[in-house]
């Protein structure tokens, strides 16, 4: 069965206190990962696609790797407005479209 | 351009009220989605539609009615909600429905059933 899982749950960093978000993946033939940030009450906002193991993809302070089993979402020197949750999602293996998404990390910076 | 936008961003129904929600795209992507989010879950996928057609109903209840008038046009009709039918919807593009492509999300609708 196709799932994704995140982890810490939730986290909460000092500004400027670097850590590394976690999304494993267990799914047939992985064709690819997107990374997305959510605010509350706010649709996700798109941030990475990883389609092959070692592909790394950077933003400001966010930089998301892809390994065969798991990818990091690393943030750098984080700021207060990096407080958001972040999801991670990979499509399907029954090839229909539809994502499978992990429960998110919410993560909390403070100043 | 990214954009998606949906109208109304809040909604307020009685059970017996018939709504419609209204989602737009220009970024000449062919598939739509509706999605369903309860607080602190992860996005459900509701409806997809390629091409103008349905092509995914996840066993959604008959209640929610999905409309594709055109490529960049997706509505949703509500009738005779519950209050667990209370949540933000979204709805999202992408450039085809092969799930490859990345997902571009709307602001969302808030609504409230009560």
């Known amino acids: 069965e196709d799932q994704v899982t995140q982890s810490p749950e939730a986290l909460r960093l000092q500004e400027g206190e670097s850590s590394s978000l976690n999304c494993s993946y267990t799914v047939s033939g992985l064709r690819g990962l997107f990374w997305y940030r959510q605010d509350p009450g706010k649709g996700p906002e798109f941030l990475f696609t990883?389609?092959?193991a070692g592909e790394e993809k950077e933003k400001e302070r966010l930089k998301a790797t892809l390994t065969k089993k798991e990818s990091f979402l690393h943030i750098t020197a984080p700021k207060p407005e990096d407080s958001a949750t972040y999801l991670c999602?990979?499509?399907?293996?029954?090839?229909?479209?539809?994502?499978?998404f992990g429960q998110g990390t919410t993560l909390q910076v403070k100043p | 351009d990214t954009e998606v936008t949906q109208t109304p961003k809040h909604l307020v129904m009685g059970m017996t009220n018939k709504k419609s929600l209204k989602c737009e795209q220009h970024m000449g992507h062919r598939a739509m989605y509706w999605y369903k989010q309860k607080a602190k879950k992860p996005p459900e996928l509701m409806f997809v539609y390629s091409y103008e057609k349905l092509s995914i109903n996840e066993s959604v209840p008959s209640r929610f009615s999905p409309e594709c008038p055109n490529s960049s046009l997706l509505n949703l009709h509500l009738h005779a909600l519950q209050p667990e039918d209370s949540a933000l919807y979204l709805c999202?593009?992408?450039?085809?429905?092969?799930?490859?492509?990345?997902?571009?999300f709307g602001p969302g609708t808030r609504l409230t059933v009560l």
């Open positions: 999602a990979v499509p399907g293996s029954s090839n229909t479209g539809k994502l499978i």
């Open positions: 999202a593009s992408s450039q085809d429905s092969t799930g490859l492509t990345e997902q571009f």
């Open positions: 990883l389609y092959s």
